[in-house]
């Protein structure tokens, strides 16, 4: 599975699409991404960060991405943003198909040590092991939030980002081009597509990741894909579609008790938004 990842990453890179990324802390969830990835027959990843990971267990997300890994679904589990070398430690050897070591709000020579440190054991472990680094000063959280003030000095420098890459031997490079995390109501939040240019341009050879595009506009997604972006990810919109199709099932019927019932409309809701999102990528098809 692991070599395969890295085989649709170059293919992505090379047709200018994207990998969808999207994160799930219950079974149901989870289920709706895989279902979804499925019938648009787009390969995708899943992930939980160590929040989510708390909530679900990783043992358990482990057992359950495998479970549908075991059907034949092209679906790998990444540790997202996870912060210390333990936890991508414990992340590596339960099972994760991949991982985002997160040291981005270190100093910056701190980052290249632990990122690289990350690298080489999980190199160690397996050679085609993806490990991704983040660089750049990524701000909000996966919430709906009213402004986040961002400016061009959060930025990934694109010199930097040359370093960071050779220093650290990393696969996948999460940057900051004016994304942040989470959904803003009183502010555009919009990308710097010429930082994208510039940095594609420093490390020509890595993948890029665009993380906190829920809420984006379309149009600045495909024009940041078609410009180098080759894995997007999103968390708040479908915690969004979630909470409001529970929230409403809940009110039509208040008497309902089912689990099964209750949930339905939320994972109606999560589906569409992942097969809206997988078909914005340009994934469809792509298995």
Request: charged share 30%; aromatic share 8%; with cysteine.
């Amino acid at each position: 599975m692991k070599k395969l990842l890295k085989n649709y990453f170059e293919k992505a890179k090379k047709e200018h699409w994207a990998i969808g990324h999207f994160n799930f802390s219950t079974a149901e969830q989870l289920k709706a991404i895989v279902e979804a990835a499925a019938e648009c027959k787009s390969p995708v990843m899943v992930a939980t960060s160590e929040g989510e990971t708390k909530f679900i267990g990783r043992q358990q997300a482990v057992a359950l991405v495998k479970s549908w890994q075991g059907l034949g679904y092209p679906v790998w589990l990444n540790a997202d943003h996870h912060k210390s070398f333990d936890s991508i430690e414990e992340a590596v050897d339960e099972g994760y198909d991949t991982v985002l070591i997160d040291a981005s709000k270190l100093p910056y020579d701190e980052n290249v040590k632990l990122t690289k440190q990350v690298v080489e054991f999980a190199k160690m472990k397996d050679p085609l092991y993806m490990v991704e680094g983040e660089l750049g000063y990524l701000k909000g959280d996966s919430k709906i939030e009213t402004k986040v003030e961002i400016s061009p000095d959060d930025y990934t420098k694109p010199e930097q980002a040359r370093e960071f890459v050779m220093r650290t031997g990393v696969d996948r490079l999460a940057i900051v081009f004016g994304n942040i995390h989470g959904i803003v109501t009183e502010q555009s939040e919009r990308l710097d597509i010429d930082r994208l240019k510039a940095v594609v341009a420093a490390v020509p050879e890595t993948y890029l990741v665009l993380h906190g595009a829920s809420g984006l506009p379309a149009e600045d997604i495909r024009e940041a894909i078609k410009n180098g972006i080759t894995n997007v990810h999103i968390n708040t919109e479908i915690r969004v579609a979630y909470h409001d199709a529970l929230q409403k099932e809940l009110k039509d019927d208040p008497s309902e008790t089912t689990p099964y019932k209750m949930l339905q409309l939320s994972f109606d809701e999560t589906k569409r938004v992942v097969k809206e999102k997988l078909e914005l990528f340009g994934s469809v098809g792509k298995i």
